[in-house]
């Protein structure tokens, strides 16, 4: 309990800094990144969509590591803001960004998100033959679980139960097989 309301502290200190960071240097992207990652923080996603807007209207060096977790950062703002439809411009960045895992299963949950299941499902199989990835799971049984849901969704139960399986201990999955198969009682 305490952490958090030091963390909030923390972090609205952080914004008051680069605020004034901010107004020194009103055209730094890196600024504007920081900011929207502090408001990421604190789950107010659609100010923190704003700064990373305001950032990726800027020539970025995209090998850099900060725009990258950018990219992904406004991807998952953008979902958890419900905003589904506008996080689809970040296929726009596909060519870019298409070799990390990361970014493939980002793509995949927006797909998800709006409904392409089909599209959704080549790219989360895509993001599990990647090797390596930043957020753990994501290549692996992350993929595997939306992909259950997926075929939950679409009533293959067939199929959920097989992705869900591939899991392995992961709870959520585990919970969803429980649920699918017929009670053996």
């Known amino acids: 309990?305490?952490?958090?309301?030091?963390?909030?502290?923390?972090?609205?200190?952080?914004?008051?800094?680069l605020n004034v960071a901010l107004s020194d240097n009103p055209h730094d992207p890196y600024i504007l990144y920081q900011l929207g990652k502090s408001y990421y923080m604190e789950?107010?996603?659609?100010?923190?969509?704003?700064?990373?807007?305001?950032?990726?209207?800027?020539?970025l060096d995209l090998r850099l590591e900060y725009v990258q977790d950018m990219v992904e950062s406004y991807g998952y703002a953008l979902i958890n803001s419900g905003q589904y439809?506008?996080?689809?411009?970040?296929?726009?960045?596909?060519?870019?960004?298409?070799?990390?895992?990361?970014?493939?299963?980002?793509i995949a949950l927006i797909l998800m998100n709006n409904?392409?299941?089909?599209?959704?499902?080549?790219?989360?199989?895509?993001?599990?033959?990647?090797?390596?990835?930043?957020?753990?799971?994501?290549?692996?049984?992350?993929?595997?679980y939306n992909m259950g849901v997926i075929y939950e969704c679409t009533h293959d139960m067939k199929l959920a139960k097989k992705?869900?399986?591939?899991?392995?201990?992961?709870?959520?999955a585990?919970?969803?097989i429980k649920q699918i198969s017929p009670s053996n009682t």
Do not use: H, W
């Open 43 to 59: 789950e107010d996603y659609i100010r923190a969509c704003s700064f990373f807007e305001q950032a990726l209207c800027y020539e």
């Open 115 to 144: 409904g392409q299941f089909d599209a959704s499902i080549k790219e989360f199989l895509k993001a599990t033959k990647k090797k390596e990835c930043k957020m753990y799971g994501v290549n692996d049984y992350l993929a595997y």
């Open 1 to 17: 309990e305490g952490d958090l309301e030091t963390r909030r502290k923390k972090t609205k200190r952080n914004i008051e800094l």
């Open 174 to 176: 585990l919970e969803r």
């Open 163 to 172: 992705y869900y399986e591939l899991c392995g201990e992961y709870e959520p």
């Open 85 to 106: 439809e506008s996080a689809l411009t970040l296929l726009n960045l596909y060519e870019d960004f298409g070799d990390s895992a990361d970014f493939i299963f980002l």
